[in-house]
């Protein structure tokens, strides 16, 4: 029988199901009745508590106990057809119109691929740590295209393929296999792969989250020009001790953010711009100060962030629970239920916050002090 | 959470009831609850990580 877990968060409980990998949020006493359904405990003193606590008929006690097992329980926790993957090899191109070298952190990584489509998925966000192509790499990433999907080969292994409506989780993969190779850790080892910017102070950081338009890569870089480091933005790693890892891919800047950031970035005015047709957007990149690569951070505190020129300067704790509802749907998390419940625990701790600014000096010395002092 | 609207939609489509018990709203209340899917995979956001102002 697939595994389920259970945490307290607040005035809830979240429970993972390892075979359908979703998270319920429940009532506390909802999910131990839907704990004690799973493990087949007798539904007769369950079905007494329902009615002794909630003035509810036998009838209507027993009615609520078969939806939970209906709906809740055996839907998550049925044995699962097993589907046959239908990875099939191709043969790898011989000519490449694009070879690149990246050094990245202690790695170097040749990365070949067919087309410019290719190339504009995975050279920007690491063009800064492009090397030259005389020197020995430690590690291949081949890319090319089959009609409309794209394949992906490490080390002449066939890796994965994506057709053009899931192209997002080709990059996710790219950076994935990258991360597992610096780190030589693998994909077992990683908590979870977090949508977020992540900014150190010596050996703390803050995960910063927002949706599009919330202005966190603006943030992140204007923190960055202010002593801060930036230990990865838009892919955070975290591995199963939670720690924090650093990831070096640029940080993304929209047009719209120029003026403010060309003061401290004044290479910006000459740096490579990359229109993304599909997103119907142009973006340029800085490249993150942080060279440390060895230091692991804690994580203290999780800010949702975002630039409103209505509102100067406002921070509040949010609950673990409104938190989580925006995390875990942006959120890649391992499906190893001891890493699930690692990421739990974790994030049941976590001090969570809202924070709204158009006041860039007040946003800055208060993230300074919110790693100085808390909040 | 940056906007009111966006919540309420991603809030609405997470809601789910395991069923409406009448006049026993304790009930209704109780299997009130919110599904959540992390991601299937890892996955990048292309040229729009957390975009600008």
Known sequence: MSLMIVKKMDKKSAVWFERS????????????????????????????????????????????????????????????????????KHEIPDKFAFTTYYQIHSK?????????????????????????????????????????TTLLYLENELTGSWSREEIHYFEGKFLMKIIEYIYEKPEDNWMGVFHASALSYKKDTILFLGGSGSGKSTSLALLQAHGFHCVADDFVPIDNDQLVHS?????????????????????????????????????????????????????????????????????????NMDAFEYLVPDSWISQNANNVAVFLEWFSLLPCYQLNYSNNEKMIAKVGRLFKNGL | MNDKNEKNISRKDALKKIGNY?????????????????????????GAPGDGF
Do not use: W
Request: charged content about 25%; proline content about 6%; overall charge neutral.
């Open chain 1, 108 to 148: 170097v990584f040749k990365v070949e691929c067919t087309t410019e489509f290719e190339y504009s998925l995975t050279h920007p966000k690491i063009a800064h740590l492009e090397v030259s192509n005389e020197c020995d790499f430690d590690h291949t990433a081949t890319i090319f295209s089959n009609g409309k």
């Open chain 1, 247 to 319: 990831f070096p891919a640029g940080i993304s800047i929209k047009e719209n953010s120029l003026e403010t950031l060309l003061p401290y970035y004044p290479t910006l005015r000459s740096a490579a711009e990359y229109h993304y047709e599909r997103l119907n957007k142009t973006v340029r990149y800085i490249p993150p100060k942080n060279t440390d690569y060895n230091t692991r951070y804690q994580c203290k505190a999780l800010i949702f962030i975002k630039y409103d020129k209505h509102i100067d300067f406002e921070i509040k704790p949010i609950s």
């Open chain 2, 22 to 46: 009448g006049k026993y709203a304790a009930l209704t209340a109780l299997g009130t609850y919110m599904i959540l899917h992390p991601k299937k995979a890892q996955a990048s956001s292309p």
């Open chain 1, 21 to 88: 990998n979703q998270y319920l949020m429940l009532d506390p006493f909802v999910a131990s009745a839907v704990e004690r359904i799973y493990n087949q405990e007798n539904n007769e003193d369950l079905a007494l508590e329902l009615m002794n606590k909630h003035h509810v008929p036998r009838e209507k006690a027993m009615d609520f106990i078969s939806d939970l097992k209906e709906k809740l329980v055996f839907p998550n926790t049925a044995p699962k057809r097993v589907v046959q993957s239908d990875l099939k």
